[in-house]
Structures are given as C-alpha cells and as structure tokens.
C-alpha cells in the first residue's frame, strides 16, 4: 500500500527567487546563446544574397532583443555589442562600407536615447517582489499609478497583479520601449514621455526601479508634486531626505522602500 503524498507546501517569494535562480543560464552562457544566434542568422541571410547591410541590421537587432532579457546594463550591453564587435573583428567586417558600423549605433540609440542614460536604461521589475504592498499602501478603482521609467512593462505587470482595479500608467522615454510596453500591458496606459518633466501630482502612488543617483531628484519631485497621502515606492535604492513608510522584504538584496507624503 502507498503512503499518501505529502502536500507540497507553496514557494515564498524568496523561495521562488532562488528556485529561478537554479534554472537561470550562468553567465556567459546567455551572451554566448545569444551571439550565437547573431552569427547564425547573419551567415544564413548572407548565404541568401540578402544585402549586407540588411543582414547586419537583422542580426544586430536581434541582439538587441536578447539584451533585454537580463535585468544586469552590463550584461545586456555585451550581449546587444558581441555581434556587431565580432563582425568587425572579422574579414566579413570588412567589406561592409564605413558608414555601415552606424547601423548598430543607430539601432542601439532607437533603443536606449542619450537622453535616459541618466536614468536606469532597463532594470526589470522581479515578479513577485511587490507582494503585500497592497496591504501596506491600500489603493481604490479612482486611484492611478505611475511606472516611472516602465521599460519593457515588467513593473507594470506587478503594480497589476497587486493592484488589478487601479489606473495603471506607464511613463517611457525610449520609442521602441514604449510600443513594445504598449503591446505587453494592454491593461495600462503607455506613454512616451520624460519622467522628470511630467506632472506628478495626478498620481496615488508613483513606482521607480531607476539608479541610486536618480534617487534625490525624485524625493524632491515626490515632495513638490506629490499630494498628502500618496505614495513614492522605489525598488532597491532608498530616496534621501524622505522617512520610509515601510519597507518590504520579499528579496534580500531587493528592498522596497515605501514612502508616504505628509
């Protein structure tokens, strides 16, 4: 006779995190996976007699998309560069033209802007890392939120899982962003904008996953625009000059500092 199975007991949210960490691709095998695919694409559409320059833009486009799959800058920048930078290390390199090495400059420029450089370029939001945050900064159907920098919408789509009857919006500076973020949130309003430059103030609670030094300009604007009793939610980096409301633990080594305006 076979002794019941014991059932098993739900992941917590660090539980989770560590067990996707055990799937993940150790570095650099994604970058190797990914140049990889650059190459194989480049010589299949070179052995097709497709022009060149299309196949350096195909290929180096689809590094681009690779890139975007690692929450780590560095990491997405040598994946997105490893083709291009083999190829001119290479004798095919050297029959493109060279106003041709602009393609990938371009490309990478149409993605990230000059402009949101300052700011943090693609930092994925981790799923499950806002769990609770309901029960701390409570939000009704009239409210609306703001993903400050909402990338490829991986914020978004947590702010909804926790606030499903709220008006989700999405604030990107990057063109390709923004309609790849449009696509992935339906559930959102996406828009392009420059987050230093819109008006906070018709917000319940404003969402950033940006850099350190991004941090003090946003606790002033949250203390200038932000109405009593809305929120400033940052993941990881704590805001200066602002006293945390609570702080949420899901990760170790990703706090979310919950700030509300007096």
Known sequence: MTAPKTPRKPLSGSAKHTAASRRALPWPLPALIAWSACWALFLGLHALDTPILWSLSLATGLGLAASLRTDSLWRAFFI?????????????????????????LALLLLLYPMSAWR?????????????????????????????????????????YRVYPQTQLDGLEKSWVLRILCAWYCPFARVRHGD??????????????????????PAAEKARRELLKGSWLVSLEFEAPMLTPFAVLSNRADKPVWVYRMD
């Open 195 to 216: 987050i230093w430059k819109e008006d906070w103030s018709a917000y319940s609670m404003v969402y950033m996953f940006q850099r350190p030094e991004s941090m003090g």
């Open 119 to 159: 700011d943090a370029p693609l930092f994925p939001t981790p799923q499950g890392i806002l769990d609770g945050l309901d029960k701390i900064a409570p939000l009704t159907c009239a409210d609306r939120v703001l993903d400050a920098g909402c990338g490829l919408g991986a914020g978004l789509a947590e702010l």
């Open 80 to 104: 997105a560069a490893g083709f291009p930078l083999s190829l001119a290390a290479s004798s095919l390199g050297a029959s493109l033209p060279a106003w041709g090495w602009l393609i990938p």
